[in-house]
């Protein structure tokens, strides 16, 4: 069982067709099944139009789904239950800080704020007395709700998952420190993408995980809540970014590269495919 999870805040482009391709081929050559999740937690920047462009994208290129589409939003009740048993499990504080707090914390602690994937929350909000948090949290202030690290790996121990390689599978140790401790919901929204990722994974019954290489980090703290909510581990495969000439990721910002304008160019689902899988660079001409 196999999944791909976009987010309907775009069209879909060479980069995600890549994604899609991992995981429809994996479910087909093994009689599997693979599903269609939208991952729409953040409705200030999803919207339906995209959900439909994206049904309709991978209809046209002949990557169908099994069963129901699953969309993210439908399933805040799923989100809360896993909460509250963290909550329960005392793995969760509330954390006030504003984005500019956090990353003057950092500086005086003398770690990079601009650094490409950043360094974790320094836990500012980790230590505030009982009375103090409840006191913020009834006044009405915005908080996120963060993953107490230290607690939640004192609960789990060590972890590992197994990595399908080109090479074959291979087991690897969770190293989730890194990240620290990441936001699982804020004050109006009972999940985060790893919340959500880790209960859907686990609600439809994936087995195997395909997804980009930059993906690959969150798996670590993905491993750690599977653990702590005693949810089975699929294995995964983290598979590389097509890039652009200049070997930038491809992104939204790609425009000739959503499935909408290439198929307007004439280019058909085959070339597509062939393209989103191709080892090359994804636009322009082939570098040898
Ligand atoms: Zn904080």
């Given at each position: 069982?196999t ?77 809360r ?18 984005r500019?707090e ?13 650094a ?11 230590g505030?007395?009982r ?87 969150a798996t670590h ?10 949810l089975?581990?699929p ?15 491809l ?17 058909g ?20």
């Open positions: 069982m999944r791909f999870a976009p987010s309907p805040t775009g069209y879909l482009h060479l980069g995600h067709v890549r994604s899609a391709i991992e995981g429809w081929r994996a479910a087909r050559d093994s009689g599997g099944r693979f599903l269609l999740r939208l991952e729409d937690i953040d409705q200030t920047r999803c919207r339906d139009e995209y959900s439909e462009a994206i049904l309709e994208d991978l209809s046209w290129l002949g990557l169908t789904w099994d069963g129901p589409v699953r969309k993210q939003s439908e399933h805040f009740d799923d989100y239950d896993a909460l509250d048993r963290l909550e329960a499990m005392g793995v969760l504080y509330p954390c006030f800080c504003t500019k956090i990353q003057e914390e950092i500086a005086r602690a003398g770690g990079a704020p601009h490409l994937s950043g360094p974790p929350y320094p836990g500012t909000c980790r505030l007395d009375r103090l948090r409840e006191e913020k949290q009834l006044s009405g202030i915005d908080y996120a709700l963060r993953l107490d690290l230290a607690r939640a790996l004192a609960l789990t121990g060590l972890l590992d998952w197994v990595e399908e390689e080109e090479g074959g599978p291979h087991r690897k140790p969770a190293d989730p420190a890194p990240l620290g401790d990441v936001v699982l919901a804020r004050k109006d929204v009972p999940t985060s993408y790893h919340l959500a990722v880790t209960v859907d994974d686990a609600s439809q019954g994936v087995t195997l995980v395909t997804r980009g290489e930059d993906l690959a980090a703290v993905h491993r750690v809540l599977q653990a702590l909510l005693d089975p581990t294995r995964y495969h983290h598979h590389e970014l097509l890039t652009d000439p200049s070997g930038r990721r992104s939204k910002r790609d425009h000739a590269l959503t499935i909408r304008s290439m198929r307007e160019c004439g280019i689902p085959t070339e597509i495919i062939a393209r989103a899988v191709s080892r090359e660079n994804a636009s322009g001409p082939a570098r040898r």
